[in-house]
């Protein structure tokens, strides 16, 4: 009879330990540390709470230059595409270049068999000649005619018909000079060479194969691109402000890969330095209408691409500098809050406290907002844990950590805390 009784001792007493401990850890943390000097147990907050206030993160407002930017996506187009074909008949006797090969203007690129074209060369220049020698000796004749005529030993009409016989000589030479140098024209189109500087692609014939100068397919394809371009569109409703840009002077324009994309690379080509940084060039041109079906507007931006970086096809982030705010009072744009009475920010003052302050802004970027009135260059602004607070509330503050590279296109600002979970 004792031993049940005991077993159900036994058990009530692990169930009791079992639900004071569940009950221990649904406690906030304060509560399971005790309480804390300078205040009790209960929540961190206000003045009246006790606690130590709550944790924030601040940043210190910043007079600066803000350029204002409009971002976009872009593609990648090669300078100049040329398909390469072939402008006579004939087999193909030689490829003279490698897939993927760097050429310049005037490199060849392959050849077709000469010999018919060389023919006809020769021949026409034969024909020159024998006309010359007709030529030759109709102005001999005309010159003993011009003589006669003088002496009344021949007719007039004798001589005006040598005379003329002369002038039909010389238009055959005439002939004969064009049948050269179109000959000479077929046969240089013998040899193909690379109409610009570029980079050819893969070939679309192989050597000994019969080419005609119909064939749609070509020979190579051959891109410029050293300068490159890169296209993109903007809405319609920032086109004044492009053209405002333009008329200031030259537009500069970043565009930055994916920094998943490789960079490729060809051979004798430089290693690129900051495969992912931001690549420099200018807005070129707009196109000539608005697209009716999308409301938007094309623009052209050039990129001298000396490294590379930049691959025909690609798709870019581009971001387009249209003008620059000088000497602005900025703050991180996560410190601006929004209320009933419009947009406010807590600044942090030099008892710990916050202050409540009503701002009128100005631009905003994807990172940060231009401060017309309400904050000053070097207070501080609560950057994150504004939900939890008042006006008046106490906080403990922490110093945001500038981040080593600027937010780009489509990025945000991580802060402290989001960083740190970001890299676990």
Do not use: C
């Not at 102005?139 to 039909?168: F, H, I, M």
Request: proline share 7%; net charge neutral.
């Amino acid at each position: 009879m004792r031993r049940p009784l005991l077993l159900l001792l036994t058990l009530g007493l692990i169930g009791g330990a079992g639900a004071g401990a569940w009950y221990y850890w649904q406690q906030p943390a304060e509560v399971q540390a005790g309480p804390r000097p300078g205040g009790g147990p209960g929540r961190p907050g206000g003045p009246r709470g006790g606690g130590p206030g709550v944790p924030v993160t601040v940043a210190a407002a910043q007079r600066q230059d803000v350029p204002i930017m409009l971002d976009a996506i872009g593609t990648v187009q090669a300078y100049n595409t040329i398909t390469v074909r072939a402008q006579v008949d004939g087999q193909l006797v030689e490829i003279a270049f490698q897939e993927g090969q760097m050429v310049k203007q005037g490199d060849v690129l392959a050849r077709i068999d000469p010999r018919s074209y060389q023919a006809a060369l020769d021949q026409a220049v034969a024909k020159k000649a024998q006309d010359e020698a007709l030529l030759a000796n109709a102005r001999l004749d005309l010159q003993r005619y011009t003589t006669l005529a003088r002496n009344e030993g021949v007719s007039r009409q004798q001589q005006d018909t040598q005379r003329a016989q002369v002038a039909q000589y010389e238009a055959l030479v005439a002939a004969d000079q064009a049948a050269i140098d179109s000959a000479r024209t077929q046969l240089s189109f013998t040899t193909i060479r690379s109409p610009i500087n570029g980079r050819v692609g893969l070939r679309l014939v192989d050597q000994g194969n019969l080419v005609r100068s119909g064939d749609a397919t070509g020979i190579v394809t051959v891109s410029q691109m050293q300068p490159i371009a890169v296209t993109f569109t903007l809405p319609q409703q920032e086109l004044g402000r492009v053209l405002e840009a333009l008329e200031r002077g030259a537009v500069p324009v970043q565009a930055l890969r994916s920094a998943s994309g490789g960079t490729p690379q060809i051979q004798g080509s430089p290693a690129p330095s900051g495969a992912h940084g931001p690549i420099m060039g200018e807005l070129r041109t707009l196109d000539s209408a608005v697209d009716a079906s999308t409301g938007t507007i094309k623009l052209k931006a050039v990129f001298a691409n000396e490294d590379m970086r930049l691959w025909p096809g690609a798709f870019v982030n581009v971001r387009l500098r249209i003008d620059t705010v000088p000497d602005a009072v900025t703050v991180p744009l996560v410190a601006v809050q929004r209320g009933p009475d419009g947009a406010f920010a807590y600044v942090l003052k030099g008892d710990q406290t916050v202050e409540q302050r009503m701002l009128q802004l100005g631009v905003l970027t994807p990172a940060e907002a231009v401060v017309r009135r309400g904050v000053e260059a070097g207070e501080k602004v609560v950057t994150s844990g504004a939900l939890r607070l008042s006006p008046g509330a106490t906080v403990l503050a922490t110093e945001e950590a500038a981040p080593e590279n600027a937010p780009g296109p489509g990025q945000r600002r991580l802060r402290p805390r989001q960083a740190a979970d970001a890299s676990r």
